[in-house]
């Protein structure tokens, strides 16, 4: 999440939230990709009885029943990687949070998977929000998440899912938003 103080003096405070098209995502269905296309050539190559590898000698296998297994562990490889590219060309997760003192809104906006729900939005007035909460979760499975708490005791997450942020990093952008929104900063 990139914070940029943008237009009129300060006046609106924009963050875009980074969601399924990071690094990671790339590289593992690249992974994904070459795996499975490499599993299900060497299941294909033990049924047809004939090398469609490039690389190594699939002569050895039997069809059944390690080319079958092959096959499978492949075509498993190659839908994980479509699922993975297409998460990646709809950017699931991606969006920006956005504070507008002049119209005196907050809108946060997330795109969801193609469908009826592919955006995701939630708005409410600057008036209702009630504080930041920052939430940290340290140990095998870290959380640090910046949170939106409005007056009806709503909590809308504000950064992004997977790749939790550093300490500073979390903290400096709660206290530039806290300190924009001129509400409190709980949890730090």
């Known amino acids: 999440m990139t914070a940029t103080p943008t237009q009129q003096e300060n006046k609106i405070l924009r963050q875009s939230v980074l969601g399924s098209r990071r690094l990671s995502n790339y590289w593992w269905a690249v992974v994904a990709s070459i795996g499975g296309t490499g599993f299900l050539l060497a299941g294909l190559s033990s ?31 190659l839908l994980f990687a479509l699922y993975l590219w297409l998460v990646i060309l709809w950017d699931v997760g991606g969006g920006y949070n956005e504070f507008n003192k002049e119209t005196g809104m ?6 969801g998977f193609p469908g009826k729900n592919r955006k995701v939005e939630f708005s409410c007035r600057l008036q209702d929000v009630q504080s ?8 095998l499975n870290p959380n640090r998440t910046l949170y939106l708490r409005v007056k ?9 899912v997977g ?13 530039e938003l806290a300190r924009f929104l001129a509400v409190p900063l709980e949890g730090m």
């Open 152 to 160: 009806d005791r709503r909590e809308v997450p504000l950064t992004r």
């Open 132 to 139: 930041i909460k920052v939430e940290i979760k340290e140990g």
């Open 106 to 111: 907050v809108k946060v906006f997330r795109w």
């Open 47 to 77: 049924y047809f009885q004939r090398d469609l590898l490039p690389v190594g000698d699939t002569r050895g296998l039997q069809f059944i029943p390690q080319g079958i297994a092959m096959s499978f562990y492949g075509i498993a490889g």
């Open 163 to 175: 790749q939790p942020l550093s300490l500073s990093e979390l903290e400096n952008q709660g206290a």
